[in-house]
């Protein structure tokens, strides 16, 4: 096992919230301004609870192109579920 795994997967999880973070304000700056970054990771990863986490470029662009629209339409599934928010 390499001893600097761990720090890595730190470091990437960081970087995908960081990429979260900023998909967050630019949805703020379409005057969504509730949208937190842990919504966003929600909504991209919940598509991976059956197949399991993708490449890492896959998961940068599912991050990056995630529209409004397509969020909106997760967050009214997940209220249809019963989800808290």
């Not at 979260?20 to 990771?41: D, P, R």
């Not at 998961?59 to 989800?83: C, E, H, R, Y």
Request: overall charge negative.
């Amino acid at each position: 096992m390499n001893p600097e795994s761990p720090r890595m997967e730190d470091n990437l999880e960081e970087v995908i919230m960081h990429l979260c973070q900023m998909k967050a304000e630019e949805f703020a700056a379409s005057g969504y301004e509730q949208v937190s970054a842990n919504e966003i990771w929600s909504c991209v990863s919940d598509k991976y609870s059956k197949t399991g986490q993708p490449a890492l470029h896959q998961l940068v662009n599912d991050i990056l192109s995630l529209s409004v629209p397509k969020f909106m339409n997760w967050m009214t599934m997940q209220a249809f579920k019963g989800a808290p928010f």
